[in-house]
């Protein structure tokens, strides 16, 4: 079942855990080897695998990634399929027909394999939001299974942008070139800008998997340390826990 939502500026933002699990064989490595310097223990990481549910009081829809999908798709070499994010809407009575706007934080195929449903977009009638600098670098599975069956629903952004009413999306940069954050008021649902709790005592501990560690370490700490100011609430991917206030 999703996690109990919370409210700000108008917008009720839903908790959906698609899975939990640690990393298949595929790409596990020592916790140490994945956050070099971090100091943490050899020991499993068990990842949950968070999207998010806008509800606006006007009734739009927006949904934050969509997870690692069926059984068969690219992120079945590693993570826990198939997802449940489908039975996660169900449970709060949301269809995927009635999702307005799709924000894909990023390409990573535990952020959004579920796009496509039977080589078609899994929401038919939403606009899926990408960053260009994400578009521009997609390619493999990523450009073939998942960005082309949804080309002709594709809202291409670049930087900020207002997505939906009171959704803007941020250009945060480094796991992957157009890796973006949403802002929800004081809400911030940060896809893989921060991975593991040790990288909120210190943005500077890398990730193995970011495409470029140190511009995602410039980028994680420039983005936590505004965030902090404000005392902003994290929506995290992959935290046991979805919310965390700076």
């Not at 995927?96 to 899994?122: K, N, R």
């Not at 939403?126 to 521009?136: I, S």
Request: hydrophobic letters at 45%.
């Amino acid at each position: 079942m999703p996690h109990q939502p919370i409210t700000v500026s108008g917008v009720e933002v839903t908790p959906l855990c698609d899975a939990v699990g640690p990393m298949g064989a595929a790409i596990r490595r020592p916790l140490a080897e994945m956050f070099p310097g971090s100091g943490l223990p050899d020991e499993p990481w068990v990842l949950h695998f968070h999207c998010y549910l806008l509800r606006a009081a006007a009734g739009r829809l927006t949904l934050v990634d969509t997870g690692i999908g069926g059984a068969d798709s690219p992120a079945s070499s590693w993570a826990p399929v198939p997802g449940t994010l489908f039975g996660e809407l169900a449970a709060v009575g949301v269809t995927p027909a009635e999702i307005d706007t799709v924000v894909l934080t990023h390409l990573h195929s535990d952020h959004a394999s579920g796009v496509v449903l039977d080589g078609g977009p899994a929401f038919a009638n939403a606009r899926y939001v990408l960053q260009q600098a994400e578009l521009d670098a997609a390619q493999g599975q990523a450009l073939d299974r998942l960005v082309t069956p949804i080309k002709g629903q594709l809202h291409v952004v670049e930087g900020q942008a207002e997505v939906a009413p009171g959704v803007h999306v941020h250009l945060a940069p480094g796991h992957t070139p157009g890796h973006q954050i949403v802002r929800v008021g004081d809400v911030a649902v940060t896809g893989d800008l921060v991975l593991h709790p040790v990288q909120l005592d210190d943005p500077g501990v890398r990730y193995l998997y970011d495409d470029d560690q140190e511009a995602a370490a410039r980028t994680r700490a420039e983005v936590l340390g505004a965030l902090r100011a404000e005392r902003a609430i994290l929506a995290t991917a992959h935290f046991s826990e979805p919310f965390l206030r700076l």
